[in-house]
Every structure is written in C-alpha cells, then in structure tokens.
T-cell receptor, first 114, second 113 residues
Framework: AQSVTQLDSQVPVFEEAPVELRCNYSSSVSVYLFWYVQYPNQGLQLLLKYLSGSTLVESINGFEAEFNKSQTSFHLRKPSVHISDTAEYFCAVSTNSGYSTLTFGKGTMLLVSP | KAGVTQTPRYLIKTRGQQVTLSCSPISGHRSVSWYQQTPGQGLQFLFEYFSETQRNKGNFPGRFSGRQFSNSRSEMNVSTLELGDSALYLC????????????FGPGTRLLVL
C-alpha cells in the first residue's frame, strides 16, 4: 500500500514571496507522483506530474516539483506567489499496477496575502 | 472537449434515505473513479470502473455501490445514508491506462441531516 504525508496543513505567505509545500510518500513499489490544486467550490486540477525521466517537473503557471527518490519526497515550489495561487494543494501517488487509483495526502492550504 | 460533469451539484438528504449521483466522463475516456472528500478524512478512493466493470475498490462499506454504462457514464449509489456520509463526492475520468492524468469533475456536495 502507498501513503502520502503533507507535513503542513496550512502555509501563509505574502504575495511575491517564495513558497515550498512539502510532500513525502511511502511505497514498496515504484510510484508516479502528482500535485493537484483545488480552488474553492471546484474539483481538482492537475498541476504537474512525475512519471519518469527528469526529476524536476514544471507547470505552466510557474510551479515546479522535484522527485527525490532517496528522501521519498516530491516538494512543490514557486519562486514568487500571487494572490490567485490561494487554494488547497494535494500531493498524490499512483502505481504502475494498471489501475488509475490515486492515493492523496491530506492537503495543504496555501494562503497568499498582500 | 467538454470536461467531466457531475449531477446534481448539491443534494440534501435525511438519514436512512438513499441517493444516486451521476458522472459523465470526458468523451473517449473509459475509466471513471469516485472519491469522497471530507474535512476529517481528506480524499478517499471509493471505486473505479473501466469498460462497465469495477476493477478496483476502496475500503468503504457495501452501502456504497456504483455502476458504469456502455457510454462510460457512471453512477454511484449510497443506501441507508448516515450523517457521516456528508461529503463532497468527486468523480474523475481518464483513458484508464495506468498513470494517465485523471480529470476531475466539480463534485456533488451531499449533506445528510
């Protein structure tokens, strides 16, 4: 079985400051890693994913995450946040079992203030 | 392409009743997964349907069931509702091939009184 730990339930930052949202996972098999974002009263949107290859993956809106196998981590970073980045962020894993099942962390609420 | 749609968006029921939620996946997607989201437990996997067959199931009681039709639309049913079933129910569709991206609908918010 897999599990995901998001160490911070809430991260308050000021606009234009850098941010890191932490994610650690546990699995006995190889995993694929995802970050999803959820805005209020909406479903989840994929932010970025790591399947294989380069351990640094980027999204179109300035977020990036780095897969670290030795530390079993997939932390999400952004060098400069905007008010519009305020949302809940979920880290998730799946395996290459052929199923589409995602195991999610509890989520981190990113609160950006002016 | 149209996104994943879920109906209804909001629902209020009383304990003991049953409820049916519907999910229409993105055209061409054959996999539909259902998740329950609550403040206490977070996002938990309910089940996945692929080509009308349930191929994976989470750790939920038998009161939670689902099905998938030949057009890939899916329904989930909860019988004998309990207060703890109040949640946001999300469905996600994908091609069903392993790590392909899952696309989520806006969810159905169920309140059980």
């Amino acid at each position: 079985a897999q599990s995901v730990t998001q160490l911070d339930s809430q991260v308050p930052v000021f606009e234009e400051a850098p941010v890191e949202l932490r994610c650690n996972y546990s699995s006995s098999v190889s995993v694929y890693l995802f970050w999803y974002v959820q805005y209020p009263n909406q479903g989840l949107q994929l932010l970025l994913k790591y399947l294989s290859g380069s351990t640094l993956v980027e999204s179109i809106n300035g977020f990036e995450a780095e897969f670290n196998k030795s530390q079993t981590s997939f932390h999400l970073r952004k060098p400069s946040v905007h008010i519009s980045d305020t949302a809940e962020y979920f880290c998730a894993v799946s395996t290459n079992s052929g199923y589409s099942t995602l195991t999610f962390g509890k989520g981190t609420m990113l609160l950006v203030s002016p | 392409k149209a996104g994943v749609t879920q109906t209804p968006r909001y629902l209020i029921k009383t304990r003991g009743q049953q409820v049916t939620l519907s999910c229409s996946p993105i055209s061409g997607h054959r996999s539909v997964s259902w998740y329950q989201q609550t403040p206490g437990q977070g996002l938990q996997f309910l089940f996945e349907y692929f080509s009308e067959t349930q191929r994976n199931k989470g750790n939920f009681p038998g009161r939670f069931s689902g099905r998938q039709f030949s057009n890939s639309r899916s329904e989930m049913n909860v019988s004998t509702l309990e207060l703890g079933d109040s949640a946001l129910y999300l469905c996600a569709s994908s091609s069903g091939q392993g790590a392909e991206t899952q696309y989520f609908g806006p969810g159905t918010r169920l309140l059980v009184l």
